[in-house]
């Protein structure tokens, strides 16, 4: 009887054993081709820009020169991009943040008429291209006065971020049991005091989750940046990749490519440094959904 189940059970064996090492060799193909570019971008930044424009591109940079580096960061207007670029994605972030925790509080603890539509709303917003916006919000800074400044801008990611955001942290507040709350409230704490002693705490890795997606989509932008920085002097860094193109034959590849990755070096850091409570904050989002 032993016998007879052990030889059942091998071929089930031997059909997981290939199904897992099928998956897995199919896992790899695809990591091989999403981190080729990002290997050919640090590859290219490391030639010599003459040598980018032969008829067969070098696979590995056998003479590397930092001289592509050199060029940007002797550029005055990458520094200012750069700094444009981070006032334009913390305030966004800051404000999202800000604005989003509250939102999601009030969908999550509190019953209210019109919250199952506003629950709605949040979704069917993220819905709508950006591209159909862009006249209105145009027109809605230029009637503020904030065309070409940077509170303008974060505005606008403010509105592109929040209602992802608020969706996300909404269910970060849902896993908080009240009953942590209601047992505050009975030491003496208040309702605001016991929130922010007690949820707000335990919100940590869904703000950073939260935080470090509206940053990403802040600091990667770029239609909306050339659109609304069209002539105040100032641009963000993903718009100020487009001062090396001039035409096919004139456009400085080895910059493009410098400047793409001192542009990531940022967004990597930040990833450094936040990637366990980011993780953290990821499964218990999709645990508590």
Not at 27 to 34: E, G, Q, T
């Amino acid at each position: 009887m032993t016998s007879l189940v052990l030889s059942a059970s091998r071929p089930r064996r031997r059909r997981r054993s290939t199904t897992r090492s099928v998956a897995s060799i199919v896992a790899i193909v695809l990591a091989l081709v999403w981190v080729f570019p990002i290997y050919w971008m640090v590859n290219a930044s490391l030639q010599d820009p003459n040598l980018l424009r032969i008829s067969e591109p070098r696979l590995f940079p056998v003479d590397p020169t930092l001289s592509s580096y050199a060029g940007v960061l002797a550029d005055a207007t990458f520094w200012s991009s750069l700094w444009t670029s981070a006032r334009v994605s913390l305030l966004a972030v800051a404000v999202s943040l800000l604005s989003a925790v509250l939102a999601a509080v009030a969908l999550s603890r509190f019953r209210f008429r019109g919250r199952a539509g506003m629950i709605v709303a949040v979704l069917v917003v993220q819905m709508i291209p950006a591209e159909a916006l862009f006249i209105s919000q145009y027109r809605m800074l230029d009637s503020w006065g904030l065309l070409n400044s940077v509170l303008g801008l974060s505005l606008l990611y403010v509105g592109t971020v929040l209602p992802f955001i608020t969706w996300m942290l909404k269910g970060f507040v849902d896993g908080v049991p009240i009953e942590l709350e209601e047992a505050a409230m009975v030491d003496g704490c208040g309702k605001v005091s016991a929130f922010f002693r007690v949820t707000l705490p335990l919100l940590g890795p869904g703000l950073v989750s939260t935080g470090v997606f509206g940053f990403l989509v802040a600091w990667n932008e770029y239609t909306l940046a050339l659109v609304m920085l069209s002539s105040g002097g100032s641009t963000t860094l993903p718009v100020w990749l487009q001062t090396f193109q001039q035409g096919m034959q004139g456009t400085d590849w080895g910059g493009v490519m410098a400047g793409s990755v001192l542009v990531a070096v940022p967004v990597i850091v930040l990833f450094v440094f936040v990637q366990r409570t980011m993780a953290r904050g990821m499964v218990a989002g999709a645990v508590k959904g």
